[in-house]
C-alpha cells in the first residue's frame, strides 16, 4: 500500500508525542495500524479539560496493538472507574457460582431472611441485571452508600420500599449489587475484598484493583456497582481472561459456563426504563441490553453478544468486540466541573472507541491499489484515498459525515476512473478548522486537485458536498468535467460578502451555549433524528453507518463560530452572472423532491434527476440508483 510521504512524517511526529508509556510485544502487528484518528480524539478530550490524562490499551488476537497514556497519566495510574467496577463484581460472583456455593437463581431469602417483601423474592440473577425492582440508590436527603461493608450497607436497604416486582423492568443502578454481594459473603464465610481477590485479582495479577476502602467522593460508590479502582494493564488483564473464556495464561479462571451466563440476555423481557443506553450509543435497540454486569451493546441474528461493555459515568470504558477478535481498556475520570461547562457526557461518549477501532482496521485492510494520503492545504490538511484510473472523479461528502460515505460508490467507480474521496477539513481524518483562520472547502479542494496533478475532474458531491460542488461551479469551473450535486446545491445562508457583525456573533454565542447547556450528544442525535425523518424502504438500514459517521464526528462546526466556508448565498449572483458551460446534474431523493432547485434556476442547462425510494442520503439508502445515474451522467458527457 503505497503512503505518502507526508502522512508517514505526520503520523510518525504524532504518536511520539503522545505514546510516551508505550510498549509492543514481540511479534505484534502495530506497524499496519495507524491510530492517528483515535488519538486525534482522545487528545482533543484532554485538551479540551474534559479528562486531565488517560490510558488506552487495545489487543487484537490476543496481541497488544495499541498501549498509551494521555495528559499527565500514567500505565500505574490508579483510577476509580465506577461503573466499569460491576463487570469485576459480576465475574468474583460467577467464581463462586462455579464453586456451588451459590446459584444464579438463589432467591435473596435464601442468604437474608429479613427480606420480608417481595425484594425478597429476586434472584441472585435479577440483582446483578438490574432487574430485581430493588431502587437504583439510596433516596434524596438519606446517607448515601459509601459504607465500608455490605452487611451495614445491606442494613441500610432491607427497608427501602421496592420499585416494581422482581423482572418486571431494568433499572439501571448500584444498590442491588450490594445484596448480591452480601450473599456472596455469606456463602463463602469471607468480605467482599478479600473474595474478590482470591478469586479474580490474584489469579489474574491484578496488584492494584480494590473495592476497599470505599471512597466518599461522589460517584465512587456503593462498593460493588461504583466502588473499585483499578489501573491500565489489570484491568486489561482481566479483559483478556473474559476474552479468552475464563482462562487466563493457561488457568482457567471462570468456566465457559460462567462466561456464557454472564454475555447471555439476563432481562429475559423485562421492560426497558432507564438508561436507553444502547440505542443511544449504537443507534439500535434490542431487548436484550444486559448481561450479568455488562452491557451487550450489539447482538448477532442468534442473540449472541458481540460488543459487551461496561461503560462508567467517570468515562472509564472497557470492552469486548468479538466481530473484531479485540479488547481494550481506556481508563480516566472525568473532570465533572468542565465536563458540565462544556455539556460533555463521558458516560456516552468513551463508547465511540470500538467505532474508531474498527475504522482503523478497516483502513489497514486497504487493497494495494488504494493510496492514502495527507495534503497540506493553509492552515491544516486533507486527508484522502484514491484508487483505479482514467479521468479523476472526486466524491465530496456531506455535513457530520466524512470519506467513508462513499463505500457504496468509491470500488464501484474505481473500475472506471480515478477515483478519489477525501475528508472535508473538520472531518474524519482531516485537521480541524480555526475560527480565527478564514478558509472555504472550495479552496481546499483546488489545493488537493493541484497536489495530485489533477487539471480536471468529475465532481460528486451529497449535501454539503453539494454546497461545494456549487462553489466550484462559481469559482472554477474551468476544473471541471461534469458537476452533479445530490441533496444539496445553493445553501441558503450569508457567504463571504456578508462578515460576521458584532450582533451575529453574540447570537451564535448564546446558540452555542444553549447547544452545551443541552448536552452537545444530544445535538447529534438530533441530527440523526432529522436524517432518519423520512426516506425510502431502506432507510433504517442505513441508519447504523449514517450514526458511526455521526458518532465519531468531532462535532466542531456547532460547537464554534464557523468561518464563512462555502458561498452560500453568495453562490447565486456569481452563477446568473456567469455563462456555465459544464455539464451538470442535480440529484434529489424522491422522498425529497419538491420541485426544481435553486441551482436549477442559476444553471438552466442542468438536468434534474431523482434517485427513487431515497431521501436525503440517497447514495447510502439506494446506491444501485444513485450509481447508474451518475454512471450514465458522466459517460453521456464523456461521450459529448
Not at 450490594?178 to 485479582?201: H, N, P, S, Y
Request: aromatic residues 10%; contains cysteine.
Amino acid at each position: 500500500m503505497s503512503i505518502k510521504c507526508v502522512n508517514t512524517l505526520l503520523i510518525q511526529c504524532f504518536c511520539f508525542c503522545l505514546c510516551s508509556c508505550n510498549f509492543h510485544p514481540e511479534g505484534t502487528e502495530t506497524q499496519k495500524y495507524d491510530f492517528q484518528p483515535i488519538h486525534q480524539t482522545v487528545q482533543a478530550w484532554v485538551d479540551s479539560g474534559y479528562y486531565n490524562g488517560a490510558g488506552l490499551m487495545i489487543a487484537r488476537n490476543n496481541q497488544v496493538i495499541l498501549d498509551t497514556c494521555y495528559g499527565n497519566y500514567t500505565p500505574e495510574a490508579q483510577v476509580y472507574i465506577a461503573s466499569a467496577g460491576k463487570w469485576l463484581a459480576a465475574a468474583a460472583i460467577a467464581a463462586v457460582v462455579d464453586e456451588g456455593k451459590l446459584s444464579w437463581d438463589d432467591q435473596v431469602t435464601k442468604w437474608l431472611p429479613e427480606f420480608t417483601d417481595v425484594k425478597g423474592t429476586a434472584t441472585l440473577r435479577q440483582l446483578f441485571s438490574h432487574t430485581a425492582g430493588y431502587p437504583d440508590y439510596q433516596p434524596q436527603g438519606v446517607k448515601k452508600d459509601d459504607y465500608q461493608t455490605l452487611e451495614e450497607s445491606v442494613a441500610h436497604i432491607v427497608d427501602l420500599p421496592a420499585d416494581t416486582v422482581p423482572g418486571a423492568e431494568f433499572h439501571y443502578g448500584g444498590l442491588a449489587m450490594q445484596v448480591a454481594g452480601r450473599m456472596a459473603e455469606l456463602a463463602t464465610g469471607k468480605d467482599w475484598e478479600t473474595l474478590f481477590q482470591e478469586k479474580i485479582a490474584q489469579p489474574l495479577g491484578m496488584k492494584n484493583t480494590h473495592f476497599t476502602p470505599v471512597d466518599s467522593v461522589d460517584g465512587h460508590s456503593p462498593m460493588l456497582g461504583g466502588g473499585a479502582r483499578s489501573t491500565l494493564h489489570d484491568y486489561t488483564a482481566f479483559l483478556d481472561m473474559i476474552f479468552n473464556n475464563g482462562v487466563f495464561r493457561g488457568k482457567r479462571i471462570l468456566s465457559e459456563k460462567a462466561i456464557t451466563e454472564m454475555q447471555a440476555d439476563q432481562l429475559r423481557g423485562a421492560k426497558i426504563i432507564t438508561p436507553d443506553y444502547v440505542r443511544k450509543v449504537r443507534a439500535e435497540q434490542h431487548k436484550g441490553v444486559y448481561g450479568l454486569g455488562e452491557w451487550r451493546e450489539e447482538v448477532d441474528s442468534l442473540d449472541n453478544a458481540v460488543l459487551i461493555s461496561s461503560p462508567s459515568w467517570a468515562g472509564a470504558y472497557p470492552w469486548i468486540d468479538k466481530t473484531t477478535d479485540t479488547y481494550g481498556f481506556f481508563i480516566t475520570h472525568v473532570n465533572v466541573e468542565k465536563a458540565n461547562q462544556a455539556g460533555f457526557s463521558s458516560f456516552y461518549s468513551s463508547p465511540v472507541l470500538p467505532i474508531l477501532v474498527r475504522d482503523v482496521y478497516k483502513e489497514a485492510a486497504l487493497p494495494d491499489s488504494v493510496e492514502r494520503g495527507v495534503v497540506p492545504v493553509e492552515n491544516g490538511t486533507i486527508y484522502y484515498q484514491e484508487a483505479g484510473s482514467g479521468e479523476p472523479l472526486i466524491f465530496i461528502h456531506g455535513h457530520s459525515f466524512d470519506h467513508s460515505e462513499w463505500e457504496p460508490q468509491f470500488p464501484v467507480f474505481a473500475k472506471h476512473f480515478r477515483t478519489i474521496v477525501y475528508d472535508c477539513r473538520g472531518y474524519g481524518r482531516s485537521s480541524m478548522p480555526d475560527e480565527n483562520q478564514p478558509f472555504r472547502h472550495v479552496d481546499d479542494l483546488i489545493t488537493l486537485m493541484d497536489s495530485l496533478h489533477l487539471e480536471k475532474a468529475h465532481l460528486v458531491g451529497l449535501s454539503m458536498g453539494g454546497f461545494i460542488v456549487t462553489d466550484m461551479l462559481a469559482l472554477h469551473q474551468d476544473r471541471i468535467l461534469t458537476a452533479t450535486a445530490a441533496s444539496g446545491d445553493i445553501f441558503p445562508v450569508p457567504g463571504p460578502s456578508e462578515p460576521w457583525t458584532a450582533e451575529g456573533i453574540a447570537r451564535r454565542r448564546d446558540e452555542i451555549a444553549a447547544l452545551k447547556a443541552n448536552g452537545i450528544l444530544q445535538q447529534k442525535w438530533d441530527w440523526l433524528a432529522g436524517l432518519m425523518s423520512k426516506g425510502g424502504s431502506n432507510l433504517e438500514n442505513i441508519r447504523r453507518p449514517v450514526w458511526d459517521m455521526i458518532y465519531r464526528w468531532s462535532q466542531w462546526q456547532p460547537l464554534h463560530i464557523e468561518p464563512r466556508l462555502v458561498l452560500g448565498n453568495d453562490a447565486v449572483a456569481i452563477l446568473k452572472s456567469e455563462k456555465i458551460d459544464v455539464p451538470v446534474m442535480v440529484l434529489t431523493g424522491e422522498v425529497d423532491y419538491k420541485g426544481p432547485r435553486k441551482l436549477n434556476e442559476c444553471i438552466p442547462s442542468a438536468i434534474q434527476k431523482i434517485v427513487p425510494d431515497a431521501g436525503h442520503v440517497s447514495n447510502l439508502e439506494n446506491p444501485k440508483a444513485f450509481n447508474q445515474l451518475v454512471m450514465d451522467f458522466i459517460n453521456e458527457n464523456k461521450s459529448n
